[in-house]
């Protein structure tokens, strides 16, 4: 790899055939260097979970200047935690996740493996983005996202990001964008999550589920930018304190 | 169940079988009415994923006058959303996670099982504590906990906690404590993550790994608290909106 170019490290929950994470690499190749470990199969809604009981292992998959993409048998979390320790030979100058088939914004970040590959960044100290798209369709159309994620990809490179914060991107699904919108996580939960069925085996039960809004109307919120046609960024932090609740609970005990 | 003792909704990530799970129990029976959905065999590090592509499936193991106990396939998170579901005829007044064999304090909350369960009753609505003990032995000793665990708990229960606010409490392995602080996410890293041996496979990777503290001195921090015998308790917020970030990037696009 050539030293002067930016370093990308980038992964996704989708597996290495989505074709979020080639239209991604698509639209990062004029940026930089790019290394892609992402996981052999899809792993949608793993978090930041990681592989405990069982060994991991990784191969090479494509080589070419400026591109080497690797798959990996762990968790998004697993395989940007692998990289840094096999493949990368510098640090990055950011790690991205996705383009995810699916929304991550909202109360959603905490179930993302997409976000889980950017939470790993950034605890790791480097300024870390997720990209996702609100369509689940496996042959969605990105091409409405190029020249915003390269924007965006640009600007974090430039600017770079505050240490424990990194950035969850969504877009909504649509053919063109009315701007740029700087979210707050809407708040919110999910409701009739589960379709009970039979099987062989008994009773069982399929995760689904509506999202209800508890605050639908405030136009900070990343469901409001994306209901209205705007690509929502929310800024978030990997420092999970609730600072005012350290301070009201200084006389609790 | 009666309806005038509490409803106290417990899972874990060490399993049903695990003695930090029985040893909660067994510490909580005086202060309500137990329902426990815990998962069927040990899921560490499953964060707050969920189970997408298969189903899940729960069956009752015990149940005794104030104490129902069924065990789950699917993963922390999956026990929390299904017990709401399925068992509960009416809402819990607290969501207990743990006792987990293990740290979780520090950037651990990301990867814990056991505050997935904590994350999932809070994002739902409910006061929600997780319990952890820094001994991953099977055997660890849960006793010294016992009154810290009730008092916790109890407290909780008078004074409820903030939306979107949940506690993450962790007890050093100690026979004994120097008393309780509340206390910020110590900031810091996990390095040397991965331990690489050769299988009939080939070349595997089994996650380990040392943390380490980038502010370790600052009494603030749970690792402070833990390093020096006192139980930790860090208000933990489930809103992950970087709000300074918000400010701060209002003029980036």
Known sequence: MKKDRPLILISNDDGVAAKGLNEL???LRPLGDLVVM???????????????????????????EGLTIYKCSGTPTD????????????????VIGGINHGDNSSVNVHY??????VIEGCLRGFPSIGFSLCDHDLDADFAPLERYVQRITMKVLEEGLPALTCL?????????????????QAKGLWVKEWIRRKDQEG??????GEF???????????????????VAITPTTVDATDYEMVKRMKDWF
Not at 203 to 208: K, R
Not at 212 to 230: K, S
């Open 79 to 94: 395989c940007t935690k692998l990289a840094f320790y096999t493949v990368l030979d510098r640090n990055p100058d950011v």
């Open 38 to 64: 992402a996981p052999d199969a899809p792993r949608s809604g793993f978090a930041c979970s990681i592989t405990c009981h069982t060994p991991v292992s990784y191969e090479l998959v494509h080589e070419e």
């Open 168 to 184: 969850n991107v969504n877009f909504p699904k649509a053919s063109s964008f009315k701007g740029v919108k700087i979210c707050q």
């Open 203 to 208: 009773l069982v039960f399929d995760i689904a």
């Open 112 to 117: 993302s493996g997409t976000m889980g590959v």
């Open 25 to 27: 690499i698509r639209f």
């Open 212 to 230: 209800m809004d508890t605050d639908a109307d405030c136009e900070l919120n990343d469901h409001w930018a994306l209901r209205n046609g705007y």
